[in-house]
């Protein structure tokens, strides 16, 4: 295959990555925009204008159509839709999904998608939908693998991205993840999610994408097929996800729905219209409403909209700063909390494809207590080097320090004064402590108690946080500090 995938920068499982195709570039994350080429509300040049470097069409439409069919064969997607950058074809799977069956096969629509110039084909897979029961998952995705399989020789050179299927039943998609990744696929689409995020079943999300995550090599590019609203980009980012493709742009146009970053609105909600985009700069909301061009004007926006919350999340990940992109957005709807907090769950895996160190942690809530970096460096003092009796100062941040003493900040614990400028405790913003805070920092301490046999410990602690200390560590001797 003439694709390969490179990650250039990461935090938590997000990656800033530069995939090749075709010898085209594309830079990711990345939103590959649908387009349909009966109803384009925004054409694929103006795509390009608006730094589009990928989009999506689906080939099942273009094989049945009558005014586009001919004209592919001969002269080329790329021409017909007038796009050079790089250009995914469906292969009618989604038909499938929708209406139970297509009058097409695997081997048509491979053999379809190499003719018309498509950069990246897509094989006939079986979406199976949550609903299902285990043994139809099963069959779904043993005919998935076959068909898989099959593309996988057809396609030649050509590149073809593998989806990985199994249903809601986490062991089948790292079952289907682990055999997509030995059938050699670059590109490895999550498929048959998409009523997963319909009906806002996020933790079953979560589940999903990390069950294929964890089969899955890292030099494959993730498609998170469907997913299309920006306010659940982050998240799917943070669990590994490089690719995404939408249609939600112009839907939800048609549907006089305006995104926003953290949801949507009905157009006719709106007194004003709070974004900076070219749409919504030149038009207030009234005029907006009653333009005679109102779903193209829309689709604008809404694309505008989504492309940069890509932006930003490319941003946070150089900075570092993923996490409180997440936190942000999944407080924003109660269904994407769902989400976080089964994200957060799985934190002890994560923080194996985390970086080390970061531009800055800011606690924005309890679920901070759990993020990867607070879990590295509760692992990373265990390798600190003791003298033989240690004290740790708990609510005491004035006064000469011994070389025996450690100080210790929440919620990541203990730390000698020497690392006090270095990543994470200089670079933490830390609001006033709370119980939630401290007892995970206690964790810190149990950590390094258990990795330093021979070392007695005890700890000087404040008032406010002495009963709370002496709770999470029963078998450590606590004093009250006197000032």
Same mark, same amino acid.
């Given at each position: ?12 499982? /997000? ?21 349909? %080429? ?5 054409? %694929? ?8 470097? &990928?989009?999506?069409?689906? @080939? ?11 004209? @592919? ?26 209406? /139970? ?75 289907? &993840? ?33 069950? &294929?995550?964890?089969?899955?090599? %890292? ?136 970086? &080390? ?37 708990? /609510? ?17 614990? %203990? ?10 405790? /200089? ?57």
């Amino acid at each position: 295959m003439t694709s390969a995938f490179e990650v250039l920068d990461k935090d938590i499982a /997000g990656r800033l990555g530069r995939l090749v195709v075709e010898s085209k570039v594309v830079h990711t994350p990345a939103l590959l925009p649908v387009v349909n %080429p009966h109803l384009p509300l925004i054409t %694929p040049a103006e795509m390009h204008a608006m730094g589009v470097e &990928a989009l999506i069409t689906n @080939a099942y439409i273009f094989y049945h159509s009558n005014r586009f069919r001919e004209d @592919a064969e001969q002269n080329g997607l790329h021409r017909v839709l007038g796009f050079n950058g790089v250009i995914m074809t469906d292969s009618g799977a989604f038909q499938q999904s929708v209406y /139970g069956s297509v009058n097409i096969t695997n081997q048509t629509t491979v053999e379809f998608q190499k003719m018309i110039g498509s950069d990246i084909l897509v094989p006939l897979d079986i979406p199976t939908p949550p609903g299902a029961d285990r043994a139809t998952a099963e069959a779904d995705l043993a005919t998935t693998l076959t068909r898989l399989a099959e593309a996988r020789e057809l396609a030649g050179e050509r590149t073809c991205a593998g989806p990985v299927q199994g249903g809601i039943y986490p062991d089948l998609r790292r079952k289907a &993840a682990e055999q997509v990744q030995a059938l050699g696929f670059t590109i490895c689409p999550i498929g048959a999610v998409v009523p997963l995020m319909e009906q806002y079943r996020f933790r079953d999300l979560v589940r999903v994408v990390l069950s &294929a995550k964890a089969g899955l090599s %890292p030099s494959s590019a993730v498609h998170l097929f469907g997913a299309g609203h920006p306010s659940m980009f982050a998240l799917a980012v943070a669990m590994g996800c490089d690719l995404f493709d939408s249609a939600a742009y112009a839907l939800f146009a048609k549907d006089r729905r305006y995104l926003t970053g953290h949801g949507s609105y009905r157009l006719e909600e709106l007194a004003e219209l709070p974004c900076p985009c070219d749409v919504c700069r030149k038009h207030t909301a009234t005029e907006l409403r009653e333009s005679p061009e109102v779903e193209r004007l829309l689709a604008l926006h809404n694309l505008s909209v989504t492309l940069a919350e890509i932006a930003r999340i490319r941003q946070a990940i150089r900075d570092g700063t993923l996490w409180e992109l997440v936190d942000e957005r999944c407080h924003g709807h109660p269904r994407l909390l769902d989400g976080y907090h089964e994200l957060i769950c799985h934190t002890g895996d994560l923080q194996a494809t985390d970086r &080390a160190a970061k531009r800055r942690f800011f606690y924005r809530s309890w679920e901070s207590c759990h993020r990867t970096e607070v879990l590295q460096y509760q692992h990373r003092i265990q390798s600190l080097s003791l003298p033989p009796k240690v004290v740790i100062l708990i /609510g005491r941040r004035e006064g000469e320090y011994q070389d025996e003493t450690l100080l210790f900040r929440p919620p990541f614990g %203990p730390y000698p004064p020497e690392l006090s400028e270095t990543f994470p405790i /200089g670079q933490s913003v830390i609001p006033e402590w709370d119980e939630d805070m401290v007892r995970a920092g206690c964790v810190g301490i149990r950590n390094l108690i258990s990795s330093h046999p021979g070392t007695v410990f005890s700890i000087e602690c404040s008032d406010m946080w002495y009963e709370v200390v002496r709770s999470e560590l029963p078998d450590v001797v606590v004093r009250r500090a006197v000032r």
